[in-house]
């Protein structure tokens, strides 16, 4: 079975003139200065292991950044394009809400000139012919210039 290392989270404080690293009130080694650097735990396979985990996280330091600094890139591009979809998203809704009032329009239009068809299919044959058409023709011109904004 390999020996663990001390568990995280590992500190660093100064305790009696010593630089010391410690875990959950353990130390874990300690250095007068830069250049002396002696394990405080008193089982050998845990400082061995101690070593190893501080050699891995040492050596693993300058990628773990450089991925930090590219998740961070990606994150801010999604962040972008989060943006633009969501200015995207909020363009169709307008559009598909235009969409829908064009359709309520043009139903009713359908409905007005059917209207003007069942009028000119029952009309009895009394009335002349002429002025039906007339009143066709006005339907027909008032439903253009709603369908051109005003203009016949």
């Known amino acids: 079975m390999t020996t663990k290392h001390t568990p995280t989270p590992w500190n660093a404080r100064v305790e009696a003139g010593f630089d010391l690293v ?83 329009f043009l139903q009713t239009e359908r409905d007005e000139l059917a209207a003007a068809l069942r009028l000119i299919a029952d009309h009895p044959r009394e009335e002349p012919i002429p002025q039906l058409i007339v009143r066709f023709q006005r339907i027909a011109r008032a439903a253009l210039a709603k369908i051109n904004g005003g203009k016949s």
């Open 22 to 104: 410690t875990a959950q009130r353990n130390h874990v080694c300690g250095g007068l200065n830069e250049e002396s650097v002696f394990a405080l735990n008193r089982d050998p396979a845990e400082r061995k292991a101690n070593a190893a985990f501080i050699v891995e996280a040492c050596n693993a330091h300058d990628r773990l950044i450089a991925e930090r600094d590219s998740l961070h890139d990606k994150v801010t591009g999604l962040s972008e394009l989060n943006a633009i979809l969501r200015a995207e998203r909020d363009a169709l809704q307008s559009v598909a809400v235009k969409l829908k009032e064009a359709n309520r």
